[in-house]
Structure formats: structure tokens, C-alpha cells
């Protein structure tokens, strides 16, 4: 003979299965809003990182500065400029990539269509940077390389511009100023907050 529920036997059926089934839907709630809540902060993070139509990494230099994650394009590639022009950009001083070069791992890289130097920060992050082809920048052109401007002072007209090659081989070396080289753009802490 099967016996019949009670009402209080009902109610505390009905219940469980209503507990059991808010405390489901809030906990996939929470879940949902924690994600969207991440995205959000990193796309807010990747936002502020954009300066002027360029995006900066943070590399966690003890100087603060950060450095482009890439040469500085003029519509859709790459940007070639004369230092007169370059000098009026926020270029890297020769000690920004030193410390650069110092403090961050370097690497080559290489993708399908694209190979290149890449420089490893403290936290993980990364900028990488094709070799370019410049002519007029050393006599050992066949060497692939990076190669980007760096601040100078002075009147001379030789100019001091920063160059990694394939081995890894860091330089600091001179050109004419009127032969063009790409530009890797920094932001010093003091100029961010400006902002």
C-alpha cells in the first residue's frame, strides 16, 4: 500500500528542490558576472594602454617607461622617417634601451610571415619587433636586424639610432640624419601622467 504525503512531508520536498536550484542559478550567475567583470578590466586595461592611437606595454622597467609594442606606422605600415621628423616623437633616449636592453630577455622570433627580435619584460610581457631592411645603416646589411631611432642632442648630423641583430647583438651606432629609420615610441611615467 503506498502512503500519501503529507502536507508538511510536500513542502519539504518542494523546497529542497527550490534551494537546490536558487543556490544553482546564483552561483552560474556569479560565475557569469565574474567573467564578464575580467573581460571588461582587461579590455579597459588594453584601452588605457592606447596613447595617441598607440599601444603601450608595460615591461615592468624600473624607470616606468613603457615602450610601443611595435614600430610606429604611417596608415597601415611601417613608417620610415628622417631623425628631424623622429625628433619631434617621443623617442627612447640611449639609456631607455639600455635599461630596455638590460632588464628585459631578448629573443628572435619566428612566425610564418613575420621573424624578429622580441623583448621579454619582468611580468611576461612582450613587444616584438620585425627586422627591417635598412640601407645606409651599417655594412653588414645582410644582417637581419631591428633598428629605430634614439633621442639625440646636439647639432651633429650624425645621429645615434638603437639596433639588435639576429644574434642578438646589441648596438648603439651613428647615420646621417637624413636617411630614414623606423620608430619605436616610449612613455615615460612623468609624461603619463600628464594624461
Not at 502512503?3 to 544553482?24: F, H, L, P, R, V
Not at 624600473?62 to 623622429?86: I, N
Not at 631611432?149 to 647639432?155: D, P, S
Amino acid at each position: 500500500m503506498i502512503k500519501a504525503m503529507n502536507i508538511t512531508e510536500k513542502s519539504k520536498k518542494y523546497a529542497e528542490g527550490k534551494a537546490i536550484d536558487a543556490i544553482s542559478a546564483a552561483i552560474e550567475k556569479a560565475y557569469a558576472d565574474g567573467y564578464n567583470d575580467g573581460l571588461k578590466h582587461y579590455e579597459n586595461e588594453r584601452l588605457e594602454s592606447i596613447v595617441d592611437g598607440v599601444e603601450y606595454i608595460d615591461l615592468k622597467l624600473t624607470s616606468e617607461t613603457k615602450w610601443a609594442s611595435g614600430y610606429l606606422k604611417e596608415k597601415a605600415s611601417l613608417g620610415w622617417f628622417a631623425y628631424e621628423d623622429a625628433s619631434k616623437l617621443n623617442l627612447p633616449t640611449k639609456e631607455d634601451f639600455e635599461e630596455l636592453c638590460k632588464e628585459c630577455a631578448i629573443d628572435n622570433y619566428l612566425y610564418t610571415n613575420n621573424k624578429g627580435i622580441m623583448f621579454t619584460g619582468k611580468n611576461g610581457k612582450k613587444i616584438e619587433i620585425p627586422y627591417i631592411k635598412a640601407i645606409h645603416v651599417t655594412d653588414d646589411n645582410l644582417i637581419e636586424s631591428i633598428a629605430f631611432w634614439l633621442k639625440n642632442e646636439g647639432e651633429d648630423t650624425q645621429k645615434e639610432y638603437a639596433r639588435v641583430n639576429s644574434s642578438r647583438k646589441v648596438l648603439d651606432v651613428k647615420t646621417f640624419m637624413g636617411y630614414k629609420l623606423p620608430v619605436l615610441l616610449v612613455l615615460k611615467k612623468d609624461k603619463e601622467n600628464l594624461l
